[in-house]
């Protein structure tokens, strides 16, 4: 059985080199944002509001995403994540 995260989804575990291909397409910092934009307006998320904050993560400053929209099962982001 896979491990669980503390919320109770499948971990996942991706290749380096998929990471940093993921990484390499959005040469601006402002599309991958629009992106997320994007994806939260996606026919079946259906998005109402999106918040945008920040988070730190040990010694570093993270910007946060999320919705309000329909999401992904726990199946679905495995799957995309692995």
């Known amino acids: ?5 503390e919320q109770g989804i499948r971990l996942s575990s991706m ?3 998929f ?9 601006w ?3 991958a944002v ?8 996606d026919p079946g ?3 109402k509001q999106i918040w945008i904050d920040v988070a730190t ?3 570093q400053l993270c910007l946060t995403f999320t919705d309000n929209g329909n999401g ?5 982001l495995h799957k995309m994540l692995r």
């Open 1 to 5: 059985m896979a491990r669980l995260s």
């Open 15 to 17: 290749s380096p080199s």
């Open 19 to 27: 990471l940093n291909s993921n990484s390499t397409s959005h040469t």
């Open 29 to 31: 910092p402002f599309s």
């Open 34 to 41: 629009a992106e997320l934009i994007d994806n939260a307006a």
């Open 45 to 47: 998320v259906l998005a």
């Open 57 to 59: 993560e040990g010694d």
């Open 72 to 76: 992904m099962t726990p199946n679905k």
